[in-house]
T-cell receptor
């Protein structure tokens, strides 16, 4: 099982550039999430999606956009990269069984540096 | 609002010694609590979760955690540390969104195991 896959693994951007972080899951999960992890900090939720065509903001959405056209894919877009967006980005997915106790499955992460 | 505090960003133990990683939470509703482990350059993996069925929760790799409402704690323990336990550990509390599941993470504790 591939689970949750993310590409690229590493990326260096210049200030003002844009890019899309890709996330794909093959578990037929309804829910998908994007988190960022800053050094020494826990993960913070950027955006989440409860199904194709439905997305919502998390705790730190500014500077990012998402779309969900299929169940499998949940790309994260950075339009104007800023140094504050230097972080490790994790995608996760879960299926609805009991709601708040659902287990989220994480991808390996994308390490992004903005210079 | 909910939050998680992990006391000690770094914990060092000798191989074979007791592992104790501390987690305290704040939640306005009955919490659902999780422990995740992150090995170097990998995504997060679920260790165990508290879903109110039992206060003592057993997880993978010999870890367990006890939910103590009076102390608002969910500390992670393992009787005997192994070198392979060296990793970063995150405690998280869950908030059930309209149809999703938002995790609020603590800052993480890096466990080092000395031979």
């Amino acid at each position: 099982n591939a689970g949750v896959t993310q590409t690229p693994k590493f990326r260096i951007l210049k200030i003002g550039q844009s890019m899309t972080l890709q996330c794909t899951q093959d578990m037929n999960h309804n829910y998908m999430y994007w988190y960022r992890q800053d050094p020494g900090m826990g993960l913070k939720l950027i955006y989440y999606s409860v199904g194709a065509g439905i997305t919502d903001k998390g705790e730190v959405p500014n500077g990012y956009n998402v779309s969900r056209s299929t169940t499998e894919d949940f790309p994260l877009r950075l339009e104007l990269a800023a140094p504050s967006q230097t972080s490790v980005y994790f995608c996760a997915s879960s299926t609805r069984t009991s709601g708040a106790t659902d287990t989220q499955y994480f991808g390996p992460g994308t390490r992004l540096t903005v210079l | 609002a909910q939050s998680v505090t992990q006391l000690g960003s770094h914990v060092s133990v000798s191989e074979g010694a007791l592992v104790l990683l501390r987690c305290n939470y704040s939640s306005s509703v009955p919490p659902y609590l999780f422990w995740y482990v992150q090995y170097p350059n990998q995504g997060l993996q679920l260790l165990l979760k508290y879903t109110s069925a039992a206060t003592l929760v057993k997880g993978i790799n010999g870890f367990e955690a006890e939910f103590k409402k009076s102390e608002t704690s969910f500390h992670l323990t393992k009787p005997s540390a192994h070198m392979s336990d060296a990793a970063e550990y995150f405690c998280a509390v869950s908030l059930h969104l309209n149809a999703g599941n938002m995790l609020t993470f603590g800052g993480g504790t890096r466990l080092m195991v000395k031979p």
